[in-house]
């Protein structure tokens, strides 16, 4: 069945340094652009980042740009997401999301999110 499993997250000091990654299984995931999503405590879902399905193409959210970095990694059915110099308010639950259009048909798949506590 499709699977999205992220890891990575934990706690870190303000500045440091998090790579999150994200395993798909059970889906094309060379044919699906792939996505970052975080949602902070009490708040709704942000986009972070975006990468298309051959690494062309990188998006970011203005708060993040500079500091984070979106790979993936096609051969290891894989995404990640580098974070440099966390701040608090990157404090959020990150969830990948893999997104592919055929015709009509949209597919659309979320992990079930890893945790990133940025506090001294």
């Known amino acids: 069945q499709v699977q999205l499993v992220e890891s990575g997250g934990g706690l870190v000091q303000p500045g440091g340094s998090l790579r999150l990654s994200c395993a798909a299984s059970g889906f094309t995931f060379g044919s699906y652009w792939m996505y970052w999503v975080r949602q902070a405590p009490g708040k709704g879902l942000e986009w972070v980042s975006a990468?298309?399905?051959?690494?062309?193409?990188?998006y970011y959210a203005a708060s993040v740009k500079g500091r984070f970095t979106i790979s993936r990694d096609n051969a290891k059915n894989t995404v990640y997401l580098q974070m440099n110099s966390l701040k608090p308010e990157d404090t959020a639950v990150y969830y990948c999301?893999?997104?592919?259009?055929?015709?009509?048909?949209?597919?659309?798949?979320w992990g079930q999110g890893t945790q990133v506590t940025v506090s001294s």
């Open positions: 999301n893999g997104e592919s259009v055929a015709g009509t048909q949209k597919y659309n798949y």
């Open positions: 990468i298309d399905e051959r690494s062309a193409y990188t």
